[in-house]
């Protein structure tokens, strides 16, 4: 009987493995010079990193070791940080995958402090739109709101980052760590928003009359779900539900949305779907879901699909374990109407690998902008030179077959953010999503 | 740490290889089998009509502290309730037919296939006993060490088909590990565990302390207190949920 425990621990450790949200990153300018013994020691531990945690051990085994031989010769005359750059560039790109990357010493100090956690929040949120940030949502009453903040505004500074320099750094980057790093920029920008209850943020604004403003906001305590799962901070989950009525009473839309995959929203993400079910089609909003213990989405999954199906498959150097749905009861069973699901760049991790599942099986239409391409267990290592070497210790596929890692969930229809739809409340991707259900509806 | 497990299983076929040609020198697995089960008073645990067990369930590197009951019944029914804190309850069990599982996870689930056959085989009491009946085939294949305990490696074969390995000590005859391979909804996840600390309740005794090594994690499972009931007025409770599945 001891075993039946660890199946479940070990469904629980996958989660949280596939988990963890992005890192915060930019690009910096680095250091020109370097010790040469330095880039020995930096390209030896990145080398090594691989070797023993990369999941392609055929690859490992036929062509580290080669690899290792011809290039390390090169480390050893190394004393630029260009040279080690390049060096570390050539070794890398022997890896046929897009999430094997540097972090810059000079910026690797933020990811490693500041993480604002705590379960404060300011009630606002933003987003990059072009080369700067926008306000996205405001919660009424929140201190943001007081303050006289709104959807739409321009947002120069979060404390002390000045947002346009940092989306800049983050342009400057080449392609295939872009996605991620946005991403990521997202997160950075949107922690110091939610500090811990009591704690200040000050932001600097610029308004839609063009007029520039400051405030200083104090944390409130975040509603929602407080809970402590393993060594995770404590954590608000919130589920939100609602009903779009028409007519009076005919449901034409609803919309669940949560912010984060905690199984003790399960009970409550189950009452949501059962409460929408005579709704003409569902909106499952994963905008700002980072992520959360993995096997959720084979729980959540089930109240939408009718047999037993896989939403990916993750590869360990151990093990290949499927994502495979559970079928649940909504009614008779499962729900069976439209589903479309909301991303955006920090949607993340769990929330990929559902967004990316149902669309892929065919259950459901995404709808949004680019996730954050973390779908991955990805580990950060520092190395020698003072960078953090970012790696993924395992695989995940979709259905098809097909990498979130890197790419991101690709929303099957794109609405952009705008200045002018968020200065007037208006949720283009979710309006978009209910006009698709609607569509259905009306062509049956 | 993380390819411990399936490394050691495996590990298992060339070890069944390379000792072939000892294999005269390794004791009968009927006789360790036979051994271990008289060592922990298998006799006694067959007689029982009821078994609670509860404890705590570690896993330090995770930060997760759980705790667990299990009530066994005879002839072969069982439930277990493990609850996790920011999880809730994970709840598996057997009423003789229907196998399930429920947790926050992944919701209520009846068991199926290899599922289904592990938790029918290890409901029934003489699978801690180690009853013969209950296998079709047991070899001895290695004189090996598991954890820092050398022991003489079994495999068993069940009459499902499934084979898991028993880890015998040559000095005490107890159990003091085994490797299976365990079968989920997400696929098969090969299991190393390790016991230790028997003690006596009543007139047998379990390990107390558990560790067991999967997907580069570890768990210790801890057992607080066994009681020994007479069965009267207890029963397996089939969660409503589950109950559901099994009328659809």
Redesign the interface.
Known sequence: ????????????????CASAPPSTRVSDVPPQRLETSVAVATFDSVWSIVRQTYVDTAFVSSKWNSVHASLRPRAQTITTRAGLDSLLGDMLGEIHDSHFYLIPASVASEVKSDDSGGNGTTGMSVRIVGEGALVWRVENGSPAALAGIHPGQSVQRVNDRIVRESVKKVMSLAEAPRQRALSDLDFKLNGPLSPPAGDSVHVSLVGIDGKSFERTLVAIPKKGTI??????PPIAGVVTVDRRLVGGAHCNAGVVGFNIW???L??EL?RAVKNLADCDGIVIDLRGNPGG?G??V??FG?FFVPSTVSLGTMR?????????I?P??VGAGPYSGPVAILVDAMSASTSEIFATGMQRIGRARVFGQRSAAAALPALMNGLPSGDVFVHAVADFTDPRGGRIEGAGVVPDEIVPLTEADLSKNIDAPLEAAVKWIQSLRHSS | MRSSGIRLVTALGLAAASVAGAQQSLPPAAGLVAKYSQTIGGAALLKAQQVTTKGGLNMAAAGINATFELLQLAPNKMQMTTTIPGVGAIRVGFDGTTGWSMDPMQGPRLLTGKELDEIKEEADPRASARSPELFTAMQTVADTTMGTERCYLVKLTWKSGRETYDCYSPTTGLMVGSKSVQATPMGDIPVATIYSDYKKFGDFMVPTVTTQSMMGQQQVMTISSVEVGTGAGATIVMPPEIQALVKK
Do not use: C, H, W, Y
């Open positions: 009987m001891k075993k039946k425990i660890s199946k479940f621990i070990g469904a629980l450790v996958l989660g949280g809970s402590k799962f393993g060594n995770l905690l199984p003790i399960a009970p189950e213990v096997a959720m084979m729980g089930g360990t150097r151990d093990l290949t374990l499927n994502f495979a559970n649940r009861q």
